[in-house]
Every structure is written in C-alpha cells, then in structure tokens.
C-alpha cells in the first residue's frame, strides 16, 4: 500500500529505504548493493528516473511517491493499492503518475486507486466502486459512467459541477505587499521584490512547482519569518513587523501540510479546536481558562462545519481527514486549522 502521507525515512538514501523491512539471512549492510541494483533496474522499466544513492529528503514529493512504489515492487507485490496519491501531486506529477499506473497495469499489476476527484477516477479507472458511509454505493464500469452520475452516487443526490458566477468588480484593497525582499541567513535570496493586492471579493494565484518560495512567502505574510525588506499593508494599516498571534485576529492559513503545521495531533479534537483563542476572552479570565465555554463553542463549531468525532476528547491522530455529508460514522472530522 502506498499510504497518503509517506512511510519514508527523509534521511536515508533510496535504495535504505527500500531495504527496510525485507527478510533476508544476510546483513543489512550486506544487501544495500543488491537493493539499489533492483531499484536501478525497475527505476528504469519504468521510466522513474530516481538514483538509489540520493537521500529522499531530497526529492520532490512525485519522485517521494515513486520511491514507494518502488518499495512494493522490489517486494513482489501484484496488488498496489493508492490512497488518494495526488493529493499532494501537482497536474505534472498527477500525468507521471497516471502514465505510472498504465505501465504497471499493462505489467499485469492489479492497482486499487482511492480518490474523490472524478476527472481522474474517469481517466485512469477500468472499474469504479462508489462508497458512502461506508456502505458500497455500486460498481460501474468507468467507460459507461460520467461525472454527474458519479457524484449523485457519492452524496446521494444530483449535484451542480458546474456554477455560473456573474462578474463582479473587486472591492476596497484588503492585502498589500510591495517589494518584499526576503534573504536566508547566508544570504541567499529566497524571495526577491514580490509585490501584488488583494481586494474584497477577489481570489490571486499563487502558482510554482514546491520550492519556489511559495512557503516562505506565506511564512511571512503570517509573521513566522520576517521580511528583509518591504511592505505589508492590511486596511491600510502597515503590518510588516506582524507577529503569528497578531495574524490571527487579521487572518487565517490552511497550511499545505496539516500534520505538520496546522494540527497537534497528540491533542484532543477540542484542545485544537481552541488552540488560538485560548488565551483571550471570553475562553480565559485573568490567565485562568474556562473549560465550559471551551466545550460550547466547540459543539457550535461541530455543528455548523458538520466536523464528525466520537468525543470531542478524541485524539487528533485517531480521526482521518475526511468529511462529508452528516451520518452516523465516527471516524471522520473535518480540521479547522489551529495557526
């Protein structure tokens, strides 16, 4: 299985990585040669492109996923199956990977490929299986299906793919950076004169492949990194010294990594919950906290962003990321992002 968030030890080289785990009377050490000789052969069979000697920490998050499914491979599996594996893929990567999975299947691999995206189910599947609550909803053969039936199947009634949104002109500025200028401590340049405006009721892109700055850009929009040079205006007011906690009364961030940056998932579902408001009022009182508004405003948000838990007490990492339509299921919940 190639699980959604990579098992990969991001320090060890690739054919380490894959030698993890295999049964052999051999020494580890021993056998690392064999292993990047194996990875090399089917990198090549392939067309994956990745040196057994480069530590995965290196690598993009495409060539991260390849070397999981590296790891089956070298393992003999005939049975793949991939849990959402474009989430964190760019439309590039998602086409290497489609590629990816056609070769495999013409190899005579079975593959069981998990996503809610329909575009891709109808691109790459032979067959699909329609779960809802944990109930199968049907099995279609994909090439006698389209989008709108796979979605009333998914939610259970017809849905609107497709909305019609009439123009409208942008409002007052809401966000402005000007010749923002930010360098690493070696004075590397990360990011150089990155101006632009945001108004009410307008969306800006941000677009590059991982590494291009978009992370540090955001990093000091929300105060965790500050500027070099420039300016940062907020209503006209200037922000650019913000600090994170001054952020969040201004402003939020759904970070592209939520273990790592948006959730603390050794916390309960409500300590997360109310992870950056716990220190004003009304939920503390001169320094002390006050559990029982901490346990209404949690329920309220339960309510209105239809986010499912056995207990609000549970432990982030036992839920998955997952939400959908209110029902009985116990293992879904929907994160409101804490920074």
Sequence with gaps: MVHQHFMLVPTMTVAENVALGLR????????????????????????????????????????????????????????????????????????????????????????????????????????????????????VATAETDKASLARMMVGCDVVLRTERPPRAPGRPVLEVHGLHLNAAEDRCLLADISFTIAQGEIVG????????????????????????????????????????????????????????????????????????????????????RPRVFRDFCASLLQEFDIRTPSLDVAMRQLSGATSRRSSSPARCTVIPAC
């Design 206 to 289: 941000i677009a590059g492949v991982d590494g291009n700055g978009q992370r540090e850009l955001v990093e000091v929009l929300m105060g965790i990194r500050t500027a070099t040079t420039g300016t940062i205006r907020h209503e006209g007011e200037t922000v650019t010294r913000l600090t994170p906690r001054r952020y969040n009364r201004i402003g939020a961030v759904i970070p592209e990594d939520r273990h790592r940056m948006a959730i603390a998932l050794g916390l309960s579902v409500r300590e997360n919950l109310v992870l950056k408001d716990f220190c004003r009022q009304p939920f503390s009182h001169r320094g002390i906290t």
């Design 24 to 139: 052999s009377d051999r020494p580890p050490l021993s056998r690392l040669r064999r292993v990047a000789a194996k990875v090399a052969e089917l990198s090549q069979r392939y067309g994956f492109h990745i040196d057994p000697d480069q530590q995965v920490g290196e690598l993009s998050v495409g060539l991260q996923q390849r070397v999981e499914i590296l790891k089956l491979l070298c393992r003999g599996a005939e049975l793949l199956v991939l849990d959402e594996p474009t989430a964190v893929l760019t439309p590039q990567e998602w086409q290497q990977l489609r590629g990816t999975m056609r070769s495999l299947a013409d190899a005579g691999k079975a593959i069981v490929f998990i996503s809610h995206k329909l575009d891709e189910q109808l691109s790459i599947s032979d067959r699909c299986t329609v779960l809802r609550d944990g109930s199968v909803m049907g099995t």
